[in-house]
Structures are given as C-alpha cells and as structure tokens.
C-alpha cells in the first residue's frame, strides 16, 4: 500500500484503538492470555466478585447460601491482609479463589517488575491466609498490559475477564439484576463486586439485594452454578 496523508492521519487513532482493545476488550489476549467465558452446551453460569474481601461480604455469603449457590472470588492482597477471617469465610463456604492483584491499580503504562510484584503479593498473601494457591487472575479495571504474560506466567495463573459485567458499583439493584438476567447465556461469567478497590467499608447493597433477585430467575431458566475452574476447565473437573 502507497503512503498517503490520508493514511498518515488516520494511522494514530486506529493504533490508539487497538491499544485500546487489547489493554482492555474481554475477548483481547494480546498482552496475555486470558479466558472471557466457558463452553457452549453447557447450561453453566459462574458468578464472579471482585475487590473483596469487604466488611460486607458475609452478607452477600448468606444469601449465596440461602440459594446454595458457590461463586468465585477475585480479591485483592491487602483487603485479604485486612480481612483475613473473612477471606477464610470464603474458603471454608467452598467458594473459590482467585487472584485480582494487591493493590488494585491501573496496570496501564506500569513496568514489568511492578506488574509481577502486585501479582506476587497477592497470591502470598492469599497463601499465607487461606492457605491455598489461585490459578486465575483477574486484572482489575480489565486492564491488561505489557509484562502481564511474563507474570501469569512465573506464577501459574491464567487471566479471567467476563462475558458480562453487572456495572454494580452504580447500578440500582433492579438493573443490576435485569442486565445480568439479559446477558445469561451457556457458559455465560458474570462479573460483579463485593468491594470498591481497597476502600473500608464499602456500600455494596445494591449488589447483594440483585444477586437474591437474579438468582432464583436464573434457577428457574434451567441454569446451574459453578466456580471459574469447573466452568473453564469441565473435562479436567469431572476427572478429578
Ligand atoms: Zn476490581
């Protein structure tokens, strides 16, 4: 293709784009691998909570109960630090575990050694509390960046985004539940959050009161619940 002006112009913003895309799209796995729902045909859905764990979480652990349903939690090293009877309330109550960074930054325009390290901290932290290892990983802000791979990697972890996310930090609880009703489909991960980042004492009611709404809707279509590894990995799961 010749060079033109028009090319020139154009270029920059498509390069911008696709930076765009690969940092953040769910489907993106430019900068590392990473896996945004599970197989067809199956009538699974995987419940997803990121940012915990919160002064809030035993609540929304008591409805989860009350349907008997497990979900899988994405939390942070220094809310597990923080809170860690309650990350070990998670555990015991069989849901699963899964690494969403120390700290919760950007991980945009950061270095590989910081990448590695916020990984690190987490899965130390979530080791030396609940004393297990997680194998998945969710970027917090969805934002993949260079260096991500390297880290996944060295640690055995493999990257989560979603096939829906519930925009739950603010959201009313009604529309919370109608947009994840809307966007359940087989395989379907649903992304929502029992924290706001690092912050004491968030408000996550509105994520509570629509997880009791959305979870007898979904029973009722004929649809089962399981953690991130079953859902993404159903041959190995029934093997073990
Ligand atoms: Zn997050």
Redesign the pocket.
Known sequence: MSWSWEAAALAPASAAGFLAWAARGRSASVFAPSLWRGAPGRRAIALTF??GPSEYTPRLLDVLARHNVPATFFLCGRNVLRLPQTARLLRDAGHEIAN?SHS?PRLWLRSPGFILNELTAAQRAIEDVCGLSPRWFRA??GVRWFGLAEAQRRLGLTGVMWTAIARDWTLAAPAIAHRLLRAASDGAILCL?DGR?LAPEPDISATVQAVDRLLPALLDRGFHFETITPILCPTTSHNA
């Open positions: 990121d940012d969403h919760h917090p802000y959050h980042g």
